[in-house]
């Protein structure tokens, strides 16, 4: 008999009947045909069945008959977890597992693991045997492999780590087969003596805490599908269900690390109900946190205070290179504008994807301009002309126009992109000296420099110059729809189809052809 067995006979519920009592007493009948006909009618019960069986056998005097019920309920009684541990192993080798997977099979999944590490050849047998050949990542030692991914598994699942010892295993999966999924990581935390079924909330709070940390070094960490840690994935999926915020504010995903740093500031002030933390922490416990030696702990202390933005201090500022998108968002809600010192490496430091014109509170549009026209980091200068246009368009204009200036006096290599975003700033005014500075770019930018856009802000505003750049780009085929759109709004009689051969025609005569016309706003015909 295999030791599985006891598992199943313990953990699903005992079902006796009359139908398998008198089906028992067929299998010790002296006719082989009526004992093998009882034998196909036990074999058809749902593995639901096996521990009545069980029972029957227990009662049974026959040894033939006994022997043959144990047999019967053991074949039933695997036959859902083989059948699913074989798929998973089968996904585990080639990183196909993922949580959702396991939890939305209607089977206990320790009990399929269990079947997994105490089945290995019987589970590469039926595979073989069904011809799958997928199972590569379990190829050299294959069986033994396989085994220790099935543990994995079991310690990635329930949070427990009690080595590879089948029979406590078997013992863990008793004790929890009728707890939740939650209390069952509890259970498996508190089974590597952490203290996080402690009555006290704090305790509790500060042992899920420390748990974290064992769990993301070494063989522990269990990297499965997509180079995800489904160890980080459970214990995230924990800390959800415990842990209540008292702001309403969902949690990071898929950020473990970034909740239990929330955890930490919250000074582990919490009130318990069943399994459920709630955090009772208040402004000052946060304001506490800020002084914490643990920097994401200080940077979810000022997210955590925008519940109360007064109470935000000016010094959240020094916390802007630990998070630079999440201390700005705090200060924006506080309305605390950034310090001049800090605006250019703050604007250096946001992520590429953030737009820096979403947090509106904390520019000073006198700093942006100064920036702009002060040489330092192009890119931070390009994001400042940017985010002044949006809100002082007269003033990023005359910025723009100062650091054009600097540059057509003394072009260099790492402004052309910041000379170019000015150019097309000055360019949209009505300056008559500034737009003579921006055709003086036009001469002094490198041929590599994208130019077009430019041109056509220039010939919007009757510049030849512009004009005749954008004509000579028409010529070669070389205008896009977007562009050739613009150009033809202020342009009377250019193509309205981007046809090759229709606007090299055009082209051809329309240099010497046209002129502005200052009354109607458009390139004309002479008449």
Known sequence: MRPLLFIFALCLPAIAGPDIDALARRLGDEDPGVREAARKELLALDEDDAPALLAAAAKTADPEARAALREIAEIIADRRYIDCAKEWADAASSRRLELDDVRKWE????????????????????????????????EKGWTENLQKA?????????????????????????????????????????????????????????????????????KRRNTVAHGRSLSAETFLLLLRSIFGRNDGVPFPAPDVDAVLDWVEASRYRFTREKNRLTSLAVADDFLASLDSDRPGVQVAALEALKRWPDQIPEKGWELLPLDAERVAAAMDVAKRPIPREKLAGFLEALPPWTKPSKFSAIWVPGDLADLITTRSNQAARSLALDLLAGID???????????????????????????????????????????????????????KVERIDVAIALARRGRRVGFDLVVDRASRDLLDLRRGERFRKFVAGAPSHLHADRWSAWAAEAKDGYAWNASTKKWEKPK
Not at 108 to 137: K, N, Q
Not at 420 to 445: F, H, I, Q, Y
């Open 150 to 218: 099935g543990y994995r598994w079991l310690r990635a699942w329930t949070l427990a780590d009690l080595g590879e010892d089948p029979a406590a295993w078997r013992a863990f999966a008793t004790r929890t087969r009728r707890l939740t999924w939650t209390a069952m990581r509890l259970e498996g935390l508190s089974s590597r003596g952490f203290r996080v079924l402690d009555p006290d909330p704090a305790v509790a709070a500060a042992e899920l805490v420390a748990a974290w940390r064992p769990l993301q070094g070494g």
């Open 393 to 447: 368009a007269a003033g990023a204009r005359k910025a723009a126009a100062t650091a054009l200036s600097t540059y057509v006096a003394e072009p260099q290599k790492g402004e052309h992109s910041l000379a170019r975003s000015a150019a097309l700033e000055v360019a949209r005014g009505k300056n008559a000296a500034r737009l003579d500075l921006v055709e003086r770019w036009l001469t002094v930018a490198p041929d």
């Open 107 to 138: 089977v206990h999944p320790v009990s399929v693991f269990l079947c997994w590490v105490g089945e290995p050849e019987r589970i590469r047998t039926e595979i073989e045997g069904g011809g799958d050949t997928r199972m590569t990542g379990f």
